[in-house]
């Protein structure tokens, strides 16, 4: 076996290829594994511009993958870089209510975490204030102390230097182009994997299409923009999150802390217009344009889980001054001033079912004996990367042991 010809091609070097590529070494020790990845290095997209948010587990439904994973993510990770002698920053996490209904929404998340097993505490509006004097809430707000923050870019790092210690082959510059009669075309050729896993973030369904997967499924990218309090500005000690709609997947624009002490606001949650649609006409695809404009435009019509008022309250959010503004909610006074800075923004690849035109809430994958597809790898995979990736090398030896 060669690096051309391996037993296990993956592609997609984010946090989801690379933990699986780790998980199938654990497995597989003899096994040759090649990874694939069109840009120029590993972590270059999801992976490497989120929140570095290690997520508690306490907002998904008990019957999902992401209620049943997140905890042990969370612990897994923060292990790891223990063990790794990462940056890791055991800050918290508050949720406020600013309303009476969001009072019964806490009770509701209250709820969800105890059912998840996850520890968190309903603490009155004077104990919040003992852990963040500067968050708002009204009577009282949930407390989550396992949730913690990591620099990504550095875990990636961290990763992909494992793998290539365990003999892990990460061909960069190598971008799949379609599936052929042995295998696969790259842009460096062909390749003829034993078994091929898609982890391709934001390509992953036309990737899945190309193997009979995905039917009913496409990614419809939302940007994820972050505004940085200046180095002199404000400094939070614990995150700051909404009680989130939980008709959507998002969390509500919220104050993260990152690992290295910075205060930031976001992610936002907009609608894209294609698919690595960072910054101006960058990566522009008119195709995907066309594609996506078709289901707004569909979504916007039938109003699925408040998507207009989610696409109106989210495009108001590229004015500093009204991501300020509607973040400063959570918090007793905020100086505008005091935000200057964007952040590298990152696109979630968020899943939506094309027929019944609602967005997929938990994570998905299909797959058979000859390759398998990471389907809708959105928030909090990240945190869950460890546990998915033990789960998913399961299910690919079941489905070649069938
Ligand atoms: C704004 C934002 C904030 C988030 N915050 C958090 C958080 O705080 N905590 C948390 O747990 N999760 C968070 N997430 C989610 C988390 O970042 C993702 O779930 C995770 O990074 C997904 O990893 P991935 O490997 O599937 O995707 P990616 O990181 O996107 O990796 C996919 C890779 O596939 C490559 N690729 C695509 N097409 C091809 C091709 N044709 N050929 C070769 N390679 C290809 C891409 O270049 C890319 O490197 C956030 C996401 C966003 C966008």
């Keep these: 076996m060669t690096k051309k010809n391996p037993d296990f091609l993956i592609i997609g070097a984010g946090i989801v290829g690379l933990t699986l590529a780790l ?74 209510a600013r309303n009476e209904e969001e009072l019964n929404g806490l009770a509701e998340l209250e709820r969800r975490g105890k059912v998840n097993n996850v520890e968190l505490e309903m603490i009155s ?20 102390p396992t949730t913690a923050t990591v620099n ?20 960069n510059d190598t971008a799949y182009i379609k599936k052929s009669a042995n295998g696969i075309s790259t842009s460096k050729g062909d390749f003829t994997p034993g078994y091929l896993i898609n982890a391709a973030g934001l390509y992953a369904d036309k990737i ?31 995150n700051v999150y909404p009680v989130p709609d939980l008709r959507n997947p998002f969390l509500g624009v919220h104050f993260t802390v990152t690992a290295e002490n910075k205060t930031k606001i976001g992610p936002t949650a907009i609608p894209a217009f294609w698919r690595e649609n960072y910054t101006g006409w960058k990566n522009f695809n008119l195709e ?65 079912n094309v027929k019944t035109r609602q967005l997929e809430m938990d994570f998905k994958y299909e797959g058979d004996g000859k390759s398998f597809h990471v389907l809708n790898a959105v928030s909090p995979a990240f945190t869950c990367s460890l546990p998915l990736s033990r789960l998913i090398v399961e299910e690919i030896i079941k489905l070649k042991n069938n």
């Design 23 to 96: 998980e199938l070494k654990k497995q597989f020790s003899d096994a040759t594994i090649t990874i694939i990845e069109k840009e120029s290095q590993p972590g270059v997209h999801a992976s490497g511009r989120n929140s570095g948010v290690l997520h508690a587990g306490f907002y998904y439904t008990a019957d999902s993958l992401k209620a049943k994973l997140c905890r042990e993510g969370n612990f897994a990770w923060r292990q790891y870089c223990e063990d790794y002698k990462l940056t890791l920053n055991h800050c918290g996490k508050l949720v406020v």
């Design 125 to 144: 509006a004077k104990e919040a204030a003992e852990i963040e004097p500067l968050a708002y809430t009204l009577e009282r707000a949930l407390w989550s």
């Design 152 to 171: 990504p870019k550095q875990v990636v790092e961290s990763i992909q230097t494992r793998l290539l210690d365990e003999g892990v082959s990460i061909l």
């Design 208 to 238: 899945a299409q190309d193997y009979g997967f995905s039917e009913d499924y496409k990614i419809l990218p939302f940007k994820g923009l972050y505004l940085y309090a200046n180095d002199d500005g404000l400094k939070l000690r614990t």
């Design 288 to 352: 995907e344009l066309i594609d996506i404009v078709g289901i707004d435009a569909g979504l916007f019509l039938s109003n699925n889980f408040g998507f207009r008022n989610l696409a109106f309250k989210e495009m108001q959010k590229y004015s500093k001054k009204k991501l300020v503004q509607l973040a400063g909610t959570l918090l007793k006074n905020i100086d505008f001033n005091d935000f200057k800075q964007w952040g590298a923004p990152g696109i979630r690849a968020q899943l939506i």
